[in-house]
């Protein structure tokens, strides 16, 4: 089977992380595999911001668990790296131009041997003011939303195997 093939069959989510920090320049290539992601009509209106700051991770997700009335232990699985991707507001591609940016952060930290896990949460409180404030000093601009990002991290165990739900049909 075709190695690319293997590695998104292969790829699973990870939530547990080791202490063990990433190294920029593996973070560097994450970056460019988002950047080299599809964008509707190439307008390419995403940023995307890599936090390598656990202290700046830990005071972001305090933000978010207060402005979502999160349990206690919420921490974004404490990562070594978030990266925050984000789009014009007005934007008509924002969504799906961005989880396409996630896919390609997503098998790139695989094919790294990184763990990364999605988080969903910014997306319903980018705009409160707690939050927007963290997002502003780490430089997403004020017309952006957040519409993912990408908690990474080493695996602290593999993960089992998924059971697949879904099906196909093939129509000829």
């Known amino acids: ?16 992380f080791s202490e063990k920090d990433v190294c920029e320049s593996d973070v560097k290539q994450i970056l460019d595999c988002a950047l080299s992601s599809p964008s509707g009509m190439n307008l390419q209106t995403w940023s995307f911001i890599a936090i390598m700051n656990r202290e700046k991770i830990q005071q972001l997700a305090q933000a978010v668990k207060k402005a979502l009335n999160r349990d206690e232990n919420y921490n974004m699985y404490n990562p070594s790296v978030l990266i925050l991707t984000t789009n014009d507001k007005e934007s008509r591609f ?3 131009d961005n989880a396409c940016a996630m896919e390609n952060i997503y098998l790139s930290c695989e094919a790294l041997g990184l763990g990364c896990v999605w988080i969903n949460q910014l997306k319903d409180c980018y705009d409160v003011p707690e939050v927007r404030k963290i997002l502003t000093e780490l430089g997403v601009p004020e017309n952006h939303g957040v519409y993912g990002s990408a908690a990474i991290g080493y695996k602290l165990q593999e993960s089992s195997p998924k059971q697949i739900k879904a099906t196909y049909k093939i129509v000829k």
């Open 1 to 16: 089977m075709n190695s690319f093939i293997q590695l998104i069959l292969n790829r699973r989510t990870c939530r547990a």
């Open 94 to 96: 924002r969504e799906v």
